[in-house]
């Protein structure tokens, strides 16, 4: 079984920090490997969408209008994902949740999977 358990999230006045972490536990794959691990957010009436990736080699990738503002990091000897997130506004309100591509060995041969947190909220006050 596969687990992403988020923390960090909570409330923030306009302006302020906070930092995302999501623990990946995987206990039923034998051999296995994560790869892309990420964050995605969901604001009240919008669809979800990208925060930012980044790969087990440290390649990152952002949503356009918040890179210099966030920044992901990981910790593979944890399987940790962080998002440091500075300057909040009161936009950034939504569930933020984290994700990792894991790759495992199935009996048709290696196959990779996405896993998902249950999310975090996030909340800005102005």
């Known amino acids: 079984q596969v687990q992403l358990v988020e923390s960090g999230g909570g409330l923030v006045q306009a302006g302020g920090s906070l930092r995302l972490s999501c623990a990946a536990s995987v206990r039923i794959f034998s051999s296995f490997s994560i790869n892309t691990m990420g964050w995605y957010r969901q604001a009240p009436g919008k669809q979800r969408e990208l925060v930012a990736t980044?790969?087990?080699?440290?390649?990152?990738n952002y949503a356009e209008a918040l890179k210099g503002r966030f920044t992901i990091s990981r910790d593979n000897a944890k399987n940790t994902v962080y998002l440091q997130m500075n300057n909040l506004e009161f936009d950034d309100t939504a569930v933020y949740s984290c994700?990792?591509?894991?790759?495992?060995?199935?009996?048709?041969?290696?196959?990779?999977?996405?896993?998902w947190g249950q999310g975090t909220q996030v909340t800005v006050s102005s």
């Open positions: 994700n990792a591509a894991i790759k495992v060995m199935v009996t048709t041969g290696p196959k990779e999977y996405t896993f």
């Open positions: 980044v790969t087990s080699g440290g390649s990152t």
